[in-house]
């Protein structure tokens, strides 16, 4: 964010209140806390006022526009740059946040998790995994039926496209012959397993880790969440790393 070249920019002092409206949650006017953003329109809440307030809606509560007719949730997800920035802006917000839900914990006679510990922003909500799994492709007839009439016939080549590098990063397993790709925006972490899995003939795509920037993704994240919230400010194409599974290693 700095601007190089001027070095007065480096130091000038910017009022908290004049950036506010950008790091605060429309839905509680707090700071935004575990940022989470809309894919379609890229408003970001906090996650526990946005999930709260999809369980009721299926709009953005600040565009307004339709995030998904039954499906909301799966069209949003953890902010890290955002988040980033909010704690970077914020004095003493995520040690204060830390704190809050550590107390949370405690007080529930809980162990307090891993990531309450150090970080906030992988914190895992049941949620995640309950939208997870109705999306995988795994998922029963009964389910899938639902969304089937509005799957497109053109497999998703109308759909905004991506550009994808993806590198082998681990000896254990081989590079792809054509590792440049394109594909649908719409496309998930767990879509790119299943054709790399594929194309190496591994017997689950299980075994693999995808990762952008060293950070493994989850497999629910679309690809252009991925690109929103990982790779906004970088050249196309977008580079992820595939290697096996830690504990495989
Ligand atoms: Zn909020
Ligand atoms: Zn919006």
């Known amino acids: 964010m700095a601007v190089l070249g001027n070095p007065d920019m480096l130091t000038r002092k ?75 802006l914020v004095p003493g917000l995520q040690e204060a946040e830390i704190k809050k839900q550590r107390e949370f914990y405690q007080k529930l006679g809980m162990e307090v998790p891993g990531d309450v510990k150090g970080e906030l922003c992988n914190m895992k909500i049941p949620l995640d995994q309950r939208n997870g799994d109705a999306k995988s492709e795994d998922t029963t007839n009964k389910e899938a039926g639902e969304e089937k009439p509005e799957e497109d016939n053109d497999y998703h080549r109308s759909d905004e496209q991506v550009s994808i590098c993806l590198e082998c990063n681990s ?45 493994i993704l989850g497999k629910d994240h679309t690809l252009k969440f991925v690109v929103v919230t990982r790779w906004r400010f970088k050249k196309s194409p977008l580079l992820l790393h595939y290697r096996p599974k830690m504990d495989l290693l």
């Open 14 to 88: 910017i009022n908290l209140c004049h950036i506010n409206a950008h790091i605060t949650c429309r839905l509680c006017e707090g700071y935004l806390i575990d940022a989470t953003t809309v894919t379609e329109c890229l408003h970001t809440f906090c996650r526990s006022c946005l999930v709260k307030y999809l369980e009721e809606n299926n709009t953005c509560p600040t565009c307004r526009i339709v995030i998904h007719q039954s499906h909301p949730l799966q069209y949003i997800g953890h902010d890290r740059t955002m988040q980033d920035i909010v704690y970077k």
């Open 171 to 215: 000896s254990k397993l081989r590079g792809l012959k054509r590792k440049w790709i394109r594909c649908s925006a719409q496309a998930t972490v767990l879509h790119l397993k299943k054709f790399i899995a594929k194309k190496l003939n591994l017997t689950s795509f299980n075994e693999l880790d995808i990762l952008c920037n060293e950070e």
